[in-house]
């Protein structure tokens, strides 16, 4: 009898020592899944015309009302997480109104930018997968008084990591 206990309790601490590996090397698996998820992170870019907009001079014809036209912006996310939900905001260096309706006017938290706008869009956009891109609808401007022949201009997306995508760019008017 006390063989056939000795018999059990060494089975059973073989099984234990089975079960107890066995949940070990799946604890490992699933670490290495999250530690290759937290080293992923999104990265947007803006892009005007497809191209990078950050640093470039962007000409638009500027009516003899005042009235302009800045183009769609697109918003692509290269790297290999999807973003959080985004909101994207256009400041201007020149005081101006909005001709758009998905563009609404916002106090400017930056004395340099006097004039700011929120994009709302068709909606909260609720993320953008790797490699995938959003396009804003066209910014429509009026002018009052004299036109510039050039407007500073900056673009924030902010998308749920540290620091907002940002553009910095120079319009250049053309009657």
């Not at 059990?8 to 590996?21: K, P, T």
């Not at 892009?47 to 962007?58: E, G, H, I, K, T």
């Not at 905001?89 to 106090?107: C, F």
């Not at 066209?138 to 907002?164: C, H, M, T």
């Amino acid at each position: 009898m006390i063989v056939l206990f000795g018999v059990l309790i060494a089975g059973l601490g073989i099984y234990a020592r089975i079960e107890v590996s066995s949940a070990v090397r799946d604890m490992e698996r699933r670490f290495e899944l999250l530690a290759g998820q937290a080293l992923k992170r999104p990265q947007l870019q803006i892009l005007y015309d497809r191209a990078d907009l950050d640093r470039r001079v962007v000409t638009i014809k500027v009516e003899g009302n005042g009235v302009f036209r800045l183009s769609e912006l697109h918003l692509k996310n290269i790297g290999d997480r999807p973003t959080e939900t985004l909101s994207v905001r256009l400041y201007l260096a020149h005081p101006l109104q909005t001709q758009s309706g998905t563009w609404q006017p916002i106090k400017s938290p930056d004395s340099d930018f006097p004039a700011a706008f929120y994009w709302v869009g068709g909606g909260p956009i609720l993320h953008v997968s790797p490699q995938e891109a959003w396009e804003t609808e066209a910014f429509f401007g009026k002018i009052s008084g004299e036109v510039p022949n050039e407007i500073l201009g900056k673009v924030q997306a902010f998308y749920g990591w540290d620091r907002p995508a940002e553009a910095m760019f120079t319009i250049r008017t053309v009657k």
